[in-house]
């Protein structure tokens, strides 16, 4: 029981860019899942970034603030789970224990609540007579937008205050709305300029020994998680080796067999797992707590246990107007001119994958982190539910990764190779055959392990050769740009919202192309086409003869044909079968078509080098095309 008094403030940082794209009725949720944490609220601070610098945002917050009062205790009374309302009441139908009238009421204000929120977005601002009573929304003078705007720093509930309590009297957490200062001429570093200005208004408000970080769109799955770590940080033998605890991060709208491979399974059952035993996971942006001080730069010295500070750093007389405005200038843009901050302290900037690299800098300064993977799911968010939102994704995850290998610590996947310019009855045909043969094996048993089924690795196999083509080809053309200076692409935020009837095709799990055209679609599509192609000949040749040196030289290629055009056949239907909106657009079928054309017609005039496998091939298309 002793420990309850040592437990640490935990600060809780929210981030959300975009009240479009990642909508404020997701973003309060995530944000009452994690006041309701069951962890002393005076010793928890909620803190939301708002680089959308909305008033919608922040008026979602307010509305959120006032419901707390009646979603904390009651979270707290019903042992509820999980705590973010819109999933509670999705899934329940009563209370549990009979308390039907309670039940009601919240799920009444909550309704009331999500309404008011959701004709405020339709409406696209904030009606007057909800302005006026809120001094706050005085911040969105006219003229300010999302990119140039001073900074707005609002405590909504002021968890120091014996006035801030919930209807039945308890203390509640503190909660502050936070947009940062922007001018177009300032660089804003994306999501670690959001959060590096969190955590230095947070210094001065809660300084929470812990900050946990969670994407807007990810709810608390478990109540108890936050104690669940302390066992981590106040471990009295190890517990000050370590910087950070890492969540996996997992979604709630998984279908089956996951078409667009988002769980990614294998990495958190099989290798997370093992690089925790050896120093331990990176931070992966999401469902991670840390200690401040190692997030601030602080190297770690083996030297005598440091107690994790459990005070509140300020007193609560503090003038809170002097407050409001020294909050501002810390989360101005001119603040980290000439600082450390960016490199040394905080999130490093200037890397799509800020995340990864402030992790791999922490582990250099000499900590430990330990992955945390927990029965009951600690996050739960939402996965991209398009192919388009998925190549999105993992362009930019994969700029981030090339960024870092062209730095100094390298990380990137080792290829697999793929060329098999071998004859069957050739000897070196085995190894060849040993590694292909190993490699898949291995990969559909780590995925049973972990409790995949074979479709969903045939899935996820799919969606790995797809964004091999288009995901990381457009992040090595955009950081060759950008190193070289010619070009500073944005940072992309993938979409959270989804029409009804694209999530019904997800649900029933047909790969989503529809929309308008698309480089990366149209490179998916002339690759399909020309595997499909070449199996197609290169039957027609070893069937009708022609080839030189009979079929044997081409059964492997055949075969690895075979087996992409397998792979690849929701692509096929996609192109010609299927007839709904999300079938594949017109033009990038017609395009393709013609450039396959074209690329196979060329192949065949430039087929002076003898190259077996051109030869045969191409032989087929001779006769077909004369
Ligand atoms: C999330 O929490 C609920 C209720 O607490 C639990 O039943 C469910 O299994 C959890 N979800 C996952 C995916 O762990
Ligand atoms: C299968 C599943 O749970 N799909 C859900 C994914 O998330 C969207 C948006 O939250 C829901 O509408 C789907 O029902």
Redesign the pocket.
Known sequence: MGYEDELPIVDVFICTADPLIEPPS?VINTALSVMAYDYPSEKLAVYLSDDGGSELTFYALLEAARFSRHWIPFCKKHHVEPRSPAVYFAETTVSGDGDDDEWSMVKRLYDEMENLIEEAVKLGRVPEEIKEQHGGFSEWRSGANSRDHQSIVQILIDGRDPKSVDIEGSQLPTLVYMAREKRPNHPHNFKAGAMNALIRVSSAISDGAIILNVDCDMYSNSSKSVRDVMCFFMDEEKGHEIAYVQFPQK?????KNDIYGSSMITTYEVDFPGIDGNGGPLYIGTGCFHRRESLCGKKFNDSPKVELKRGLNMSPNDNALNLQERLKVLASCTYEANTQWGNEVGLKYGCPVEDVITGLSIQCRGWKSVYYNPKRDGFLG??P?TLAQVILQHKRWSEGDLQIFLSSVSIIDNLIPTGCNFQVSSAWCIPFAYAFIAKYANSVFESLQSGDTIRGWWNETRITLIKRTTSYLFATIDTTLKLSGIDNSSFAITS???D?EA?ER??SELIEFGGSFSPSFAILAILTLHHLACLVFGLKSVVFGGGVGGFEPFLMQLIMCGVLVGLNMPVYEGMFLRKDKGAMPGSVTLTSIVLVVMILRRRLRDMKTGELRALTIMNGFRKLFK
């Open positions: 997701i979604f709630n709208n998984v279908t939402i996965a539910t959270k919202v989804t009804p999530s997800y649900e």
